[in-house]
């Protein structure tokens, strides 16, 4: 019996007719051979691309989600909560975005490849200070990105392919940093290292080990640095500790890659919070800054962020600037083509407005503020309960966050018996503590503590 799911390769006829069934012959014909001789499953089996691991804080997100504990404690993600645990709407963006929904003119046309002119050239005068030398002598440039990482990410992406002043071509970050550091710049080919930075012993600065590390890289390296509110220790360099980086970085010729991801979140002070990078620029400094609006707007998922590049005064800084603006803008549009408009519109409204920035860092203050009041009665409580140790670090640590000194074994006895959720390093988000939760926490890790020591 001839297989009816086999066809028949008999093909004689030569009739239009028969030309038609012989045409659709070969299409079945062609069908079933690609059953039979399938495509190679996949170019990428698990030698290729083996699976990746879960990023750590939103896998930690999801587990604190999946707890339905009624006394549940978020201290993972750094995003600000009020005094309810409750995502906070900046008054002031509810007022911009009130004045963008009613402005008829708005539209939803791409914006230049560098983003917002007004968004970018107040964004340079929020981080550098309206009457920097560098914004005088025109010798900046600045592209609005995706965020604070887009401009780290641009930022990286620049100096891979432009910044030849060594052959190592190295990338320093401080021990600890924000994560992101190490993919970004290792994706764009970079090599990185890390500097010390927080002492255990003190749970403060380890400046002696943080310059030796740097004075002892090759010269010509690139040295990240968190402007304020470091992340994830809270600890900052105090300004006179600045001076003296900036001495050693202009000795060894180093590269500056400054982080600003907290001005005026960390101590309610914008002009305090970007005392750094002023510092440095004022010193003539050729530098790179990224900028985030996450923070301090609680633009979060609008990625609102910039990117500035700073020459040193000299006779060419201005045609550095262009040349320097003409590849960043190449570099943009291959990656993103033009950012995203609606939160470079929020800040712009806020930051052109005298009233509005007013406003705006009232919101501040009381966002600062309230990360302040947390610290202070974390403190007290840990001390009143007579918790092992010593807790002055976390009225000491500035900014969205604490790195607590706990260790993994009582992060992880803290997630098991009493559902608070934080990194395995010990770092908390002082934003997740609240005047209903402060004490929970509080008692919590005294058990803890008490239970590994
Ligand atoms: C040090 C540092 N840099 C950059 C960022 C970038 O954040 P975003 O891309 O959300 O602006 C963060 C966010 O946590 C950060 O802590």
């Known amino acids: 019996m001839p297989d009816p799911a086999k066809p028949s390769l008999a093909f004689t006829s030569a009739s239009p007719a028969a030309s038609s069934s012989h045409s659709s012959s070969n299409l079945r014909l062609s069908q079933i051979s690609t059953q039979i001789a399938p495509m190679a499953a996949t170019a990428f089996d698990a030698s290729t691309v083996p699976q990746a691991p879960e990023d750590a804080l939103f896998g930690l997100m999801a587990a604190y989600r999946r707890d339905t504990d009624s006394n549940k404690v978020d201290l993972g993600i750094g995003a600000y909560r009020d005094d309810n645990a409750k995502p906070w709407v900046l008054p002031v963006v509810k007022k911009a975005d009130e004045i963008l929904r009613k402005d008829p003119d708005l539209n939803h046309e791409y914006l230049p490849i560098a983003g917002l002119p007004d968004f970018t050239s107040a964004s340079q005068k929020l981080v550098l200070g309206g009457d920097s030398p560098a914004l005088k002598e025109k010798r900046v440039t600045s592209l609005q990105t995706i965020s604070g990482t887009g401009a780290v990410h641009l930022g990286a992406l620049f100096l891979a392919k432009f910044y030849k002043t060594n052959t190592e071509r190295t990338a320093y970050f ?4 924000w994560p992101n550091h190490f993919q970004i710049f290792s994706n764009v080919g ?9 002492s255990k012993k003190t749970k403060g600065l380890d400046f002696d080990g943080m310059t030796s590390a740097i004075e002892s890289a090759p010269e010509g390296s690139i040295i990240v640095l968190h402007a304020c509110a470091h992340n994830p220790t809270g600890v900052d360099a105090t300004q006179d500790q600045w001076k003296k980086l900036a001495g050693l970085i202009r000795k060894k010729k180093h590269f500056p890659f ?11 002070d914008l002009a305090q919070d970007g005392w750094a990078i002023r510092y440095f620029v004022e010193q003539g400094f050729e530098l790179c800054i990224a900028q985030s609006y996450a923070k301090n707007f609680g633009l979060y998922g609008e990625r609102a962020g910039c990117f500035h590049f700073v020459t040193s005064p000299a006779s060419d800084a201005q045609e550095v600037v262009t040349r320097v603006a003409s590849q960043l803008a190449i570099l943009q549009r291959s990656e993103i083509s033009n950012p995203p408009a609606y939160g470079a519109r929020i800040a712009s409204t806020v930051l052109n407005n005298p009233e509005l920035f007013k406003e705006w860092e009232a919101n501040l203050r009381e966002m600062s503020g309230r990360i302040k009041e947390m610290r ?6 840990l001390e009143e309960l007579g918790t092992p140790g010593t807790w002055n670090h976390i009225t000491d640590q500035i900014g969205m966050f604490s790195f607590t000194g706990l260790t993994e074994e ?15 390093n010990g770092r908390i988000s002082m934003a997740g503590l609240n005047t209903h939760n402060v004490e929970y926490f509080a008692k919590a890790v005294d058990k803890a503590v008490r239970a590994t020591q």
Do not use: I, N
């Open 174 to 177: 401080s021990d600890p940093t």
């Open 190 to 198: 970079l090599q990185h290292k890390t500097y010390p930075y927080f």
């Open 258 to 268: 400054f982080d600003t991801a907290y001005q005026g979140f960390a101590s309610g």
């Open 376 to 381: 202070s009665a974390l403190r007290s409580k």
């Open 410 to 424: 009582q992060v992880l006895k803290l997630r098991e018996d009493s559902h608070v959720y934080m990194t395995k």
